[in-house]
């Protein structure tokens, strides 16, 4: 490309998915774009597929976890990150771990659903009460609550503590966390925590509760520290620019963000062209075996042919230690070792 420089153009989607695609059709209307990063936000998306396809201009969607953004024919789409089917089961697995390093069958673990009573929340539920079920785990609190009205989360803590929870998974926003979390240290409560990924693995939620936030772990997308990042020289030099210039780490959909924006380059680079069907066709091509960056996000396939998902990606455990979320589960893509929530020490061997 003879050394063009790259522009990145940021177009305001509104976070509403009613209007969203109303500044992505007036600039795409325009012409000039070579790719779109994102949305990681599934719902919009899913409203950008047609406009896409009207002018073919292909997108990398970040960290957008609904599988059904790859499944509706547009062929201009591409999903890197691990969606969200894969969430509850890396929980589910990471809970029959954890509960060998505690001396248990985890068909003993006492498990906890807490979610906020929305779309997202109620469909995290859904599919958790039924693979919990699938496997015979042991659901012994069930806890819905109305973010608008949410402002003391001590009663219903007070609940699941009654019940015997050992284990709660919890799909909340960071303001509904700072409650929940400030009612448990309150009530001197400490099960196990694995979050459905979201707030459980922003930056802010240190912000909110301090060194409280050690031991709580949560399943996401990606984690900054994990294997095929962390093997990744030029990612890990960008990883530490980030970090020094915003004074707080790269978090979970922040990496696939800049994972989309480096393979869209990595097409254009390839393509040796600037036409967006011609890079989307060299997208197509990228492979963990090819590509620089592919593997920096669990990407142990490629992008399927008919669908643009990444058949490599895989949801990943992340543990907060020293006030930063670190890799510790599955043990192919994790960098560091999962401590005792209760005394962020290694377990000892039983």
């Known amino acids: 490309m003879g050394g063009r420089p790259i522009q990145i153009e940021v177009l305001d989607s509104t976070s509403d998915a009613a209007t969203a695609t109303l500044p992505l059709e007036r600039a795409l209307s325009k012409g000039g774009y070579t790719s779109v990063i994102g949305n990681s936000n599934s719902s919009i998306a899913l409203t950008m597929l047609p406009i896409l396809e009207k002018y073919k201009v292909p997108t990398v969607t970040g960290a957008a976890a609904n599988k059904a953004v790859s499944e509706q024919g547009c062929s201009f789409v591409f999903q890197p990150a691990a969606t969200s089917s894969s969430f509850i089961p890396t929980q589910l697995d990471f809970l029959a771990e954890y509960a060998k390093r505690i001396g248990k069958d985890v068909k003993d673990l006492k498990l906890g659903l807490l979610y906020s009573n929305d779309a997202w929340g109620t469909d995290q539920s859904n599919n958790t009460r039924k693979q919990v079920s699938q496997r015979g785990l042991k659901l012994v609190s069930d806890e819905g609550y109305e973010g608008s009205s949410f402002t003391d989360a001590t009663p219903l803590i007070t609940k699941i503590q009654n019940a015997g929870v050992d284990v709660i998974l919890p799909s909340a926003y960071p303001n509904d966390l700072k409650l929940i979390f400030t009612a448990m240290n309150t009530l001197n409560y400490h099960p196990l925590v694995v979050g459905g990924g979201a707030a459980m693995t922003w930056p802010s939620l240190y912000k909110d509760l301090g060194d409280k936030v050690n031991g709580l772990t949560s399943v996401d997308s990606w984690c900054w ?123 000892e061997k039983k």
């Open 225 to 347: 520290d994990q294997k095929g990042a962390k093997e990744n020289t030029g990612w890990m030099e960008m990883n530490a620019h980030y970090e020094e210039k915003n004074k707080e780490f790269l978090a979970g959909q922040g990496g696939p963000t800049l994972f989309s924006i480096m393979l869209a380059y990595e097409a254009v680079e390839n393509a040796k062209s600037d036409d967006p069907v011609t890079v989307r066709d060299e997208l197509r091509k990228l492979t963990k075996d090819n590509s620089k960056w592919f593997g920096v996000i669990n990407g142990n396939g490629d992008f399927d042919d008919t669908t643009g998902l990444n058949t490599g990606s895989r949801a990943i455990i992340m543990q907060w230690q020293n006030g930063k979320p670190t890799s510790v589960y599955p043990p192919e893509y994790a960098t560091g070792e999962l401590l005792n929530p209760d005394t962020m020490k290694p377990f």
